[in-house]
């Protein structure tokens, strides 16, 4: 009885594999098949992309043989880096200087003479605000280039995803699901369960 039911196992196996083999790729060449036969690290990641994403892929796909698309990337891709390094540039100065205010206005703490330790809090506060007043249109500005870098990026992002949808849909119709395997599996298994319920 157990080489039965092993003989039937195996062959239940055989006849899946055969079955699996026989389902032909399909015909329509689309961005998703190729996208996952390079994802191995061949795919350029752009500043936005995020590892194993499969809209990122797609896209990277699309731009292979599309010029307008890679002078695009290449374009974002740059503006990013260049507002990057205007702001740390910028940023670093006023960075530096918020940095001696507070450590002056720490320090000042550590006077003992309570008119002596008024007058140069006082003065580290005028000169501060000074500062600030001075500055207050270049932080203006780095907010703005921030908030734009945030736009630029959940557009691109928006323009990725919209590009991508189309390249999905090709994908879901060039692979059609059926029920049929599925059917003939679950009669299989039932085949099988009836031969396993005789079985004593």
Do not use: W
Not at 102 to 122: H, M, Y
Not at 130 to 148: E, G, H
Request: glycine share 0%; hydrophobic share 35%.
């Amino acid at each position: 009885m157990k080489k039965i039911l092993f003989a039937s196992v195996l062959a239940l196996a055989l006849l899946s594999c055969r079955e699996n083999k026989s389902r032909q790729a399909p015909v329509v060449e689309n961005a998703v098949d190729n996208a996952e036969s390079s994802v191995s690290g061949s795919i350029k990641k752009d500043t936005y992309s995020r590892n194993g994403n499969l809209v990122h892929e797609i896209y990277q796909e699309l731009i292979k043989n599309d010029k307008t698309l890679q002078d695009l990337d290449k374009r974002i891709e740059i503006i990013d880096k260049e507002a990057e390094d205007a702001m740390t540039e910028y940023d670093d100065v006023i960075q530096k200087s918020e940095t001696y205010y507070n450590d002056a206005a720490e320090l000042s703490n550590s006077v003992t003479d309570s008119v002596t330790k008024k007058k140069i809090e006082k003065e580290i506060k005028t000169s501060s605000d000074q500062y600030n007043l001075k500055t207050q249109a270049i932080r203006d500005l780095i907010t703005k280039i921030k908030a734009n870098r945030v736009t630029l990026h959940d557009q691109y992002v928006v323009f990725k995803i919209r590009k991508t949808l189309p390249e999905i849909k090709k994908y879901q119709n060039a692979h059609p699901l059926k029920t049929d395997h599925l059917n003939q599996f679950i009669n299989k298994q039932n085949q099988l369960l009836e031969e396993l319920k005789k079985l004593k």
